[in-house]
């Protein structure tokens, strides 16, 4: 596979280094605040659920079978986290998707690179749009790994390939806004990264691992709007080298 995923994380790393910038400070605040709200609650309403039925069927087993509690939980708890962490993260990237648009856009302006200027009701309407082509994407996929959770031996799977899909997702989401800034399509952002499926790998893992981190998950759709838009910015950059 093409790429680097060493390339690909030290993307997310500038995008975290980023967020104490000035210029960035109103792009970064509002989603703070929100996502620590939404996370918040999810997180403690989640581990809540979950130990309540991990308890109540290992209870059902002979007693000599009582440590599978301890080895369940983990797993239910890896996967639900990922279920959570990226259901109200769609949840709010849809809602802030013009912000981050925003975001990204002066990203691109501040490294000198050319954006077309349009009003803010067309931006509105523009980024929406894109959100939901972006989940009729998820979501079949999405559906498709809650069935595979349920196929004996490969439920096992479950969590890994859980974090494989949303890393990639993850990828396709962050680095997608700095595309719709160039009018470029969906269809383009995915041709985009399978040419270099490693670097986007390597960008989107670390956000998928963040999201499920209490607290830390809060900076994360900031600092991937920001990397994802540097991760486009260095790979326009090799095209037009290589032309």
């Known amino acids: 596979m093409r790429g680097s995923l060493k390339q690909g994380f030290a993307f997310f790393v500038q995008g975290l280094r980023a967020l104490s910038a000035p210029q960035y400070r109103l792009y970064v605040w509002l989603p703070l605040l929100l996502n620590a709200v939404l996370m918040g609650a999810a997180t403690y309403w989640a581990v809540q659920l979950l130990d309540t039925w991990v308890t109540q069927l290992v209870v059902q087993l002979p007693s000599w079978l009582a440590f599978l509690y301890w080895l369940l939980m983990p797993l239910a708890l890896l996967a639900v ?115 270099e499926r490693l670097t986007f790998l390597g960008f989107g893992l670390p956000i998928a691992l963040v999201l499920m981190v209490p607290i830390l998950n809060w900076f994360v759709m900031p600092a991937a709007v920001i990397g994802g838009t540097l991760l486009s910015q260095e790979r326009q950059l090799r095209t037009k080298q290589t032309r």
């Open 81 to 195: 986290m990922l279920l959570l962490a990226y259901s109200f993260s769609t949840l709010l990237m849809l809602v802030l998707a013009p912000l981050c648009g925003l975001l990204s856009e002066k990203v691109d302006r501040q490294a000198g690179v050319c954006v077309p200027a349009e009003p803010w009701y067309k931006l509105l309407w523009r980024t929406l749009k894109r959100e939901l082509i972006k989940l009729a994407y998820l979501l079949p996929r999405y559906l498709l790994l809650l069935l595979l959770g349920w196929i004996p031996v490969v439920n096992i799977l479950a969590p890994l390939l859980w974090l494989l899909f949303m890393a990639w997702f993850a990828a396709l989401q962050y680095v997608n806004y700095a595309f719709d800034n160039h009018r470029l399509s969906f269809a383009d952002l995915r041709k985009a990264s399978q040419q």
